[in-house]
């Protein structure tokens, strides 16, 4: 939960419903409350499948963030400090090269100031009496990937979606 909810986030913004899932977490390395490392099989509603690896042991410093795509019509990786880079883009009929020319070389990151655009909006929507660019219910879909993940861990099975109401009580998912 602590590190990696944002790239679950993203991988099930990017792939779409989580259909079940299967994980492995442990504290092998850091004298924390929580996991240090963890090991997610998904299986998507769409068929696809998504492995989440994810580790606050990497020694001595952190790697870079990847997300990798594989598809039946090409295949797209995604790396850099805050997954914001387009490394590989092999897509039928796409010119690579020019799509990767055409990013920056070196993207800014988010590290240290993009929660303050998502609060700004946010505090938009309530003076301006709309809906925020990411409604809580968006959220609420990664937080229920990371309790399924919680309960796949603790219970030692696959946990299928939606989470059953007793994975859910008092949480309003």
């Known amino acids: 939960m602590n590190q990696s909810i944002h790239n679950i986030d993203l991988l099930q913004w990017m792939m779409g419903p989580v259909e079940s899932l299967f994980a492995y977490t442990a504290t092998n390395m850091r004298k924390i409350e929580g996991e240090d490392v963890g090991t997610i099989v998904l299986k998507f ?5 998504g492995v ?3 580790a606050t042991t990497i020694y001595p410093k952190n790697l870079e963030e990847t997300l990798s795509i ?3 019509t090409g295949t797209v990786g995604i790396g850099g400090i805050a997954v914001n880079k387009i490394e590989a883009w092999h897509i039928d009929g796409d010119d690579e090269a020019s799509i990767l020319a055409d990013q920056d070389k070196e993207p800014p990151n988010v590290y240290g100031f993009g929660h303050a655009d998502i609060i700004k909006d946010f505090m938009g929507a309530i003076t301006e ?8 219910k968006e959220g609420r879909k990664a937080l229920e990937i990371i309790l399924g993940i919680y309960h796949s861990v603790n219970y030692k099975k696959e946990i299928t979606f939606p ?3 007793e994975f859910t009580i008092g949480l309003g998912l």
Do not use: D, H, M, W
Not at 45 to 49: E, I, P, S, T, W
């Open 70 to 72: 594989f598809g039946s």
């Open 45 to 49: 509603k769409n068929g696809a499948l």
């Open 163 to 165: 989470l059953k109401e």
């Open 129 to 136: 009496g709309r809906e925020p660019a990411i409604s809580g």
């Open 52 to 54: 989440i690896e994810a």
